[in-house]
Nanobody, 127 residues
Framework: QVRLVESGGGLVQTGASLRLVCAAS????????FGWFRRAPGKKREFVAG???????????DSVKGRFTISRTNVKATEASTYLQMNALEPADTGVYYC?????????????????WGQGTPVTVSS
């Protein structure tokens, strides 16, 4: 059974940092790209960051470029983790953050392409 479990969200003030973790298990994630998405209140889910299968290529939305960093580790054949380091947080970063996995070399920016999703972890940034 494939599982993605996010953690690390919380309530912080403007300018603070958070590190989100997504623990993935149940298939060979070394062949997968990972993406992080978020859904702000009243808005559609949007792409935040993505990382390719070997971790050498990363992609960011314009709104988080320079503040967020995505990374990954392949723990073993059927376990992997992806991380989202978020610095200089702003109220506009508030939302539920989801990680997702897809069997492609490069991470798509459209959520419809992803095969598996976590349940999400909430992030609230107060002004």
């Amino acid at each position: 059974q494939v599982r993605l479990v996010e953690s690390g969200g919380g309530l912080v003030q403007t300018g603070a940092s958070l590190r989100l973790v997504c623990a993935a298990s149940g298939r060979t994630f070394s062949d997968d790209a990972f993406g992080w998405f978020r859904r702000a209140p009243g808005k559609k889910r949007e792409f935040v960051a993505g990382i390719n299968w070997n971790g050498h290529n990363t992609f960011y939305s314009d709104s988080v470029k320079g503040r967020f960093t995505i990374s990954r580790t392949n723990v073993k054949a059927t376990e992997a983790s992806t991380y989202l380091q978020m610095n200089a947080l702003e109220p506009a970063d508030t939302g539920v953050y989801y990680c997702a996995a897809v069997r492609t070399t490069e991470p798509p920016t459209m959520d419809a392409w992803y095969d598996y999703w976590g349940q999400g972890t909430p992030v609230t940034v107060s002004s």
